[in-house]
């Protein structure tokens, strides 16, 4: 195994994220145990999708891999970097550079356009205005919104509010984008739709984690995990690996 204390290791990471023996317990009589030892490597333009009941731990892994959460035992990796050791304003800094969120309820700003909502997913990067207007301009026209780039969220379809949040995820060029249950709020034929667009930026070269509980999304993604009260149950990446055996 590759140090973490390697400076090559670091300048040139071979995953995207890395989860070293995550375990998280909250307090209580009886303590909860809501990640057990859980180790998982994902690679650059991976596209895994995690699965699991309610209570199963899906949650508490979403807040780890997203640094909102810090676990108390192990280590998170993004990009490379370990992240133990860093203070919550470096951790920000961590998400608003490394990470692209995707909510369930989109968590677009009502009173911005669709342009500047996206926009304001480099606010804190130090990108200049004219920067962040093209970057802009040209993740909505990836996403198919090119028409809709001065309309409000209340304008727009459930469908077309996600496509929205998944410009706002990517348009800072993150090492992965994290989407929690992105199909939660909208029809059968949007997620049909919201996942082909998935797929195609996976295709492109975006690494997609997916949290979600509808096992037709899981089946779409390359990889997939089942998490079971705070546990790896099973993980698609070792039945190839052993079939390639």
């Known amino acids: 195994m590759i140090s973490k204390n390697d ?3 670091v300048d040139k990471p071979s995953f995207a994220l890395q989860l070293e023996q ?4 909250y307090p209580g009589t009886p303590p909860v145990n809501a990640l057990s030892d859980v180790s998982i490597s994902v690679d650059r333009g991976e596209f895994l999708g995690i699965i699991g009941p309610s209570g199963s731990g899906k949650s508490t892994l979403l807040h780890v891999i997203g ?14 970097i370990d992240t133990s050791d860093m203070s919550d304003r470096e951790l920000s800094g961590i ?5 692209g969120f995707i909510f369930q309820d989109f968590h677009l700003l009502s009173g911005f356009t669709v342009i500047e909502n996206v926009e304001n997913g480099l606010l804190y990067s130090g990108v200049p205005a004219r920067e962040r207007k093209e970057r802009s301009v040209e993740i909505l026209k ?15 379809s459930g ?10 995820a990517l348009v800072h060029n ?72």
């Open 159 to 168: 469908g077309e509010q996600q496509r929205v949040a998944i410009a706002r």
């Open 174 to 245: 993150p090492a992965f984008v994290l989407a929690d249950e992105p199909t939660g709020n909208v029809d059968s034929k949007t997620t049909d739709s919201l996942m082909e667009l998935m797929t195609s930026l996976n295709n492109e070269g975006t690494t997609v984690i997916l949290i979600t509980h509808d096992l037709e999304v899981a089946k779409i993604c390359s990889r997939e995990l089942v998490l079971k009260d705070g546990y790896i149950e099973t993980d698609s990446a070792d039945f190839y690996e052993e079939s390639n055996e």
């Open 95 to 99: 998400r608003s550079k490394k990470i």
């Open 142 to 156: 990836r996403v198919g919104l090119s028409h809709r780039l001065e309309h409000h969220p209340n304008e727009l």
């Open 22 to 25: 995550i375990s998280k317990r």
């Open 67 to 80: 640094t909102l959460t810090r676990p108390s035992v192990g280590t998170v990796l993004i990009d490379g």
């Open 7 to 9: 400076k090559s290791y």
